[in-house]
């Protein structure tokens, strides 16, 4: 273990008479950006520590995972983000350790050796990955959808089962290829199952000679009884109703039972009826967990994970029993608010204006956090999609403007934002999909969509 860096731990600065307050943020996503953010004016020293090099706009990764955009265009490196916040220094590492009495954070470097990092005030905003529920063996060959190598590693399969499709002598052999298995009917699940039917129909083809794409199978199993269950029944009876129009077969009240290389097993929810289907391709988008710091998070501070892990907080965001430490974001748990973009950077906000209260003295820095809904929006198909805010219901081409302008809007960085629109709008024009190069030089690598 090494020490570093003024507010990283140093024995000695304990008795340095003017030490200047450090607060350390875990986690680069929307609240931790946020909270970093506000603290941009303080009189003390702020660390973001993550475990990659960027900030990852998680609402665009499918269209990414689809060859749509590229994978610089959802993400920004953090560093980027926050050269001009001169208080403020950027760590690579994963928060492994946390000890609250000597107020501490341990990270793991990218080489396995490890630091520390000294706070007064701590935010973790370190989000939730996929859950398997349990089946963790279906990972291997069921990706989720949570990081940018996840969306690289769905890309990777989609393209290859095209590729190897179009390799095959006959159709029986192609078919599990040409066959796409979604699980999950949320948003994430629903705006995949419909880009790969537009990838399939629009970006491919007249590009193969032997298989014709629009013939691919797009399969979404849902366990609910209707898609997009977050949203208005009235707008999830549209979302459906395109669905359908794209080519996505939905199954619902079917859960998958298992995943293998060659198939995928569902069995309804009411009857127990199991079905298979052979196919080379299945994503998995249906549950997230807390990221295993919540764990280590939770131990040290004593409080109990909810069922998905998830640290229980304050009102004001903080962790009870520890008034220097806020968790925000996905991987807090406050009032049943939703897992969304909008509630991580309000709360990161919020957090970053607690601490910077506090360090000027203030004594009103317990302040409840109120969530402003804006609404969430979802992407169907093309010049297909929904936004629900308030009385506000908007589907087709209405709700399509709307999610494409709120899109761009929180996409970070000017270059990001124009990169996209011109994606988007050559994607509209033409059909095609730049981002689709898999190569297959390194053995290794080259087997993976396959094992
Ligand atoms: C595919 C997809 C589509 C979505 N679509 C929408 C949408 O349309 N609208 C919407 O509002 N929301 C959407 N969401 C949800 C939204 O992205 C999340 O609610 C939001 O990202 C949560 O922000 P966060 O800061 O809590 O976590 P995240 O954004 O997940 O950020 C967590 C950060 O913590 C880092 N981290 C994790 N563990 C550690 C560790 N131990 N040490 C250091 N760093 C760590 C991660 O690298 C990451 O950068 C979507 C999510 C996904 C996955």
Same mark, same amino acid.
């Given at each position: ?104 954070v341990t990270a793991t470097r990218i080489d396995g050796s490890t630091f520390e990092l000294r706070y007064d005030h701590l ?31 769905? @890309?990777?399969?989609?393209?290859? $089962?095209? &590729? ?6 006959? /159709?029986? =052999?192609? %078919?599990?290829? +040409?066959t796409f298995a979604v699980s999950g009917g949320g948003p994430t699940g629903v705006e995949i199952a419909g880009q790969i @039917?537009?990838?399939?129909?629009? $970006?491919? &083809? ?6 014709? /794409?629009? =013939?691919? %199978?797009?399969? +979404? ?23 359908? $129009? ?206």
């Open positions: 273990m090494t020490r570093v860096t003024a507010q990283q731990t140093d024995p000695e600065a304990d008795r340095l008479p003017r030490r200047r307050p450090s607060v350390v943020v875990v986690g680069g996503g929307f609240g931790g950006l946020y909270a970093a953010r506000r603290l941009r004016r303080i009189d003390g020293d702020v660390t973001l520590l993550d475990r990659g090099t960027s900030h990852v706009f998680q609402p665009l990764l499918y269209q990414c995972a689809t060859g749509l955009l590229s994978e610089g265009a959802i993400t920004s490196p953090l560093r980027h983000l926050l050269r001009k916040q001169k208080n403020t220094h950027v760590a690579l590492g994963e928060a492994s350790g946390i000890d609250p009495e000597n107020r501490t935010v973790v905003a370190a989000g939730m990955r996929q859950s398997y529920h349990g089946h963790d063996e279906f990972a291997q060959y069921a990706p989720g959808m949570k990081t940018v190598d996840d969306a690289l590693a769905i @890309r990777r399969k989609l393209i290859s $089962a095209f &590729e190897m499709a179009e390799s095959l002598p006959t /159709p029986e =052999e192609r %078919r599990p290829w +040409l @039917r537009e990838l399939a129909t629009r $970006a491919l &083809e007249n590009e193969f000679r032997a298989i014709d /794409p629009g =013939e691919a %199978r797009v399969l +979404l199993f849902h366990g609910g009884d209707r898609v997009l269950e977050s949203f208005d029944a009235r707008l999830s009876a549209k979302a459906q109703k395109t669905l359908d $129009a794209v080519g996505v077969e939905t199954h619902l009240g079917v859960h998958v039972t298992d995943v293998r290389a060659d198939a995928v097993e569902v069995t309804t929810k009411k009857d127990k009826k199991v079905t298979t289907y052979d196919t080379r391709t299945v994503l998995w988008t249906a549950g997230v967990e807390a990221v295993p710091f919540a764990a280590t998070l939770a131990r040290a501070l004593g409080v109990q994970q909810d069922r998905s892990g998830r640290i229980p907080v304050q009102p004001d965001l903080s962790v009870a029993g520890h008034p220097n430490i806020y968790v925000v974001g996905d991987v807090s748990a406050l009032n049943d608010l939703p897992g969304v973009a909008e509630v991580a950077m309000q709360g990161g906000h919020h957090a970053g204006a607690m601490i910077a209260k506090s360090l000027q003295g203030e004594r009103r820095y317990s302040t409840p956090f109120k969530y402003r809904d804006l609404g969430s929006a979802a992407y169907i198909a093309r010049r297909h999609a929904l936004l629900q805010a308030g009385p506000i219901q908007l589907s087709g081409f209405a709700g399509w403007a709307a999610w494409g302008a709120i899109h761009i809007a929180f996409l970070s960085g000017r270059r990001n934002r124009a990169g996209t629109l011109i994606n988007w709008a050559a994607t509209l024009a033409s059909g095609t999909r730049r981002e689709r190069a898999v190569t297959f030089g390194d053995p290794e690598t080259a087997r993976q969509p396959y094992t």
